[in-house]
């Protein structure tokens, strides 16, 4: 059996990140795997760098282009791909043309990565999705998404997103850490980790520490402005730090590769996304040991297992996220990090590897 990853993104963020990871878990696994994606593209950047296998594809349009289809068949009969699998919901399309053109002979799954925003359940969607024999979702409010806001009728299996459980692993202590990362110690300490934007929650966190009445803490503030958009919220953030005299509890960090480092560094980790609907971040604090300060919405309650892992707040209210990092500055609240790492068992790749063997029926 020959697995295809097709993706024909040419961003780079989690969806990508995850689809390369699976590929490279699986080649491990001793699965052939073959990355199609774009050529020049931050995908076929990362798979050179896995040593993944490539095919070269070029982007196709959304919908409808049986042109490019016409090509990837050729292109999967040619190296007698089995298994065909996508991440991003662009490429539902052509994943749908390519399953109408070589049926029974070719297996296609779609590994939910985005959440169902309206209903899909006209009969253009319903068609497409006939042609889809596995969809994963990662966790089970996605699930209940798909069944009510969908017609698919084909097999649905839950399989979380994974973690290499052992890169999340140090025996440094904090006080080194914090040391490395450059923050002060013996201070009570909330951080954010990723790009500078609205979707992020930077001054969602900036808002809400504006209005504690707790003083005893500081923030961390790990990532950088997307490049030619994001340096007018980057600016807001630089102007309530200043406004505020804040520039002495709030720490603006360089993105790093070694994100251990900081989610170890800080002692509560915030997810203030709107609706955030698989959150890396969130098992990558558990797996750290980092407790967790979440929005009540997407996947963020599902993954903190019932507050197993941190508490909530009202999503996008700075007012509420304010009156819980009151509480956990003025209650002391704690969380044993053993505990919270016990939580991000389930992920580990080498269970979620299997899952999706045997979903695909590889085994």
Same mark, same amino acid.
């Given at each position: 059996?020959?697995?295809?990853?097709?993706? +024909?993104?040419? +961003?780079?963020?989690?969806?990508?990140?995850?689809?390369?990871?699976?590929?490279?878990?699986?080649? &491990?696994? %001793?699965?052939?795997?073959?990355?199609?994606?774009?050529?020049?593209?931050?995908?076929?950047?990362?798979?050179?760098?896995?040593?993944?296998?490539?095919?070269?594809?070029?982007?196709?349009?959304?919908?409808?282009? /049986?042109?490019?289809?016409?090509?990837?068949?050729?292109?999967?009969?040619?190296? &007698?791909?089995?298994?065909?699998?996508?991440?991003?919901?662009?490429?539902?399309?052509?994943?749908?043309?390519?399953?109408?053109?070589?049926?029974?002979?070719?297996?296609? +799954?779609?590994?939910?990565?985005?959440?169902?925003?309206?209903?899909?359940?006209?009969?253009?969607?319903?068609?497409?999705?006939?042609? @889809?024999?596995?969809?994963?979702?990662?966790?089970?409010? @996605?699930?209940?998404?798909?069944?009510?806001?969908?017609? *698919?009728?084909?097999?649905?299996?839950?399989?979380?997103?994974?973690?290499?459980?052992?890169?999340?692993?140090?025996?440094?202590?904090?006080?080194?850490? $914090?040391?490395?990362?450059?923050?002060?110690?013996?201070?009570?300490? /909330?951080?954010?980790?990723?790009?500078?934007?609205?979707?992020?929650?930077?001054?969602?966190?900036?808002?809400?520490?504006?209005?504690? +009445?707790?003083?005893?803490?500081?923030?961390?503030?790990?990532? &950088?402005?997307?490049?030619?958009?994001?340096?007018?919220? /980057?600016?807001?953030?630089?102007?309530?730090?200043?406004?505020?005299?804040?520039?002495?509890?709030?720490?603006?960090?360089?993105? $790093?590769?070694?994100?251990?480092?900081?989610?170890?560094?800080?002692?509560?980790?915030?997810?203030?996304? =709107?609706?955030?609907? *698989?959150?890396?971040?969130?098992?990558?604090?558990?797996?750290?040991?980092?407790?967790?300060?979440?929005?009540?919405?997407?996947?963020?309650?599902?993954?903190?297992?019932?507050?197993? %892992?941190?508490?909530?707040?009202?999503?996008?209210?700075?007012?509420?996220?304010?009156?819980?990092?009151?509480?956990?500055?003025?209650?002391?609240? !704690?969380?044993?990090?053993?505990?919270?790492? =016990?939580?991000?068992?389930?992920?580990? !790749?080498?269970?979620?590897?299997?899952?999706? &063997?045997?979903? @695909?029926?590889?085994?």
């Amino acid at each position: 059996m020959k697995l295809a990853y097709f993706c +024909s993104s040419i +961003s780079w963020g989690g969806l990508e990140m995850n689809h390369l990871r699976d590929a490279k878990w699986m080649q &491990e696994r %001793g699965h052939e795997v073959l990355i199609f994606c774009v050529s020049n593209s931050p995908l076929e950047k990362g798979a050179k760098e896995r040593k993944l296998p490539i095919i070269n594809i070029e982007k196709q349009k959304k919908y409808y282009d /049986f042109k490019k289809a016409k090509v990837l068949v050729a292109l999967l009969k040619e190296n &007698e791909i089995t298994h065909f699998i996508i991440r991003s919901n662009e490429d539902m399309s052509i994943m749908a043309t390519v399953k109408s053109m070589l049926k029974s002979k070719i297996h296609t +799954s779609y590994f939910m990565a985005m959440q169902l925003g309206v209903k899909k359940t006209n009969p253009l969607h319903t068609l497409r999705y006939r042609f @889809l024999d596995l969809w994963i979702p990662p966790l089970n409010w @996605l699930k209940k998404q798909v069944q009510e806001m969908t017609n *698919f009728k084909n097999k649905l299996v839950v399989i979380p997103s994974a973690l290499d459980l052992s890169v999340f692993k140090s025996e440094k202590t904090k006080g080194e850490l $914090r040391t490395k990362l450059g923050i002060p110690q013996n201070v009570l300490t /909330f951080g954010i980790i990723g790009r500078f934007d609205e979707q992020k929650g930077q001054l969602l966190l900036l808002e809400a520490m504006k209005k504690c +009445s707790a003083k005893n803490f500081n923030v961390v503030l790990l990532g &950088e402005p997307t490049i030619n958009e994001g340096e007018i919220y /980057f600016d807001q953030m630089k102007r309530i730090i200043e406004q505020e005299e804040f520039k002495n509890r709030v720490f603006i960090k360089s993105y $790093r590769e070694d994100t251990l480092t900081f989610f170890k560094s800080i002692d509560w980790m915030v997810m203030a996304t =709107k609706a955030e609907t *698989f959150g890396m971040v969130t098992i990558e604090s558990l797996a750290s040991g980092t407790p967790v300060l979440g929005s009540a919405a997407g996947g963020t309650p599902e993954l903190l297992a019932k507050k197993k %892992g941190g508490l909530l707040f009202e999503t996008q209210n700075a007012v509420d996220l304010a009156k819980k990092i009151d509480e956990i500055c003025i209650q002391n609240i !704690h969380y044993d990090s053993s505990d919270l790492m =016990k939580i991000a068992v389930v992920y580990d !790749h080498h269970l979620i590897c299997e899952k999706v &063997e045997k979903a @695909l029926n590889l085994k």
